[in-house]
């Protein structure tokens, strides 16, 4: 655990945390599947119309449950493709 000897160490800490918590969901929000044109990123937005998630103001759980919701939907469609074709053959 780390240990802060003053008020600016717990200032600093904290200034790092957010400003890597602000990198990392930009990175998310860019790098997490869906088509570009899906994106809104005016004015400092994060935003995916395609996911309906707001990577700067939803919760890490939101985004977390949303992106297991939508593995689960592609898993099914895959699932039922699979079915189709085998039943087809």
């Not at 600016?8 to 599947?33: M, P, V």
């Not at 869906?34 to 990577?55: I, S, V, W």
Request: proline content about 2%.
């Amino acid at each position: 655990m780390k240990e802060f000897s003053s008020f600016a160490d717990i200032q600093e800490f904290l200034d790092r945390t957010k400003l890597d918590n602000e990198t990392l969901r930009r990175l998310l929000w860019i790098s997490h599947g869906c088509p570009f044109p899906a994106l809104y990123g005016d004015d400092g937005e994060m935003q995916c119309h395609q996911c309906c998630l707001d990577f700067k103001r939803d919760s890490v759980q939101r985004i977390d449950e949303r992106f297991t919701t939508k593995g689960m939907e592609r898993y099914m469609k895959e699932m039922a493709k699979k079915k189709n074709e085998t039943n087809s053959q």
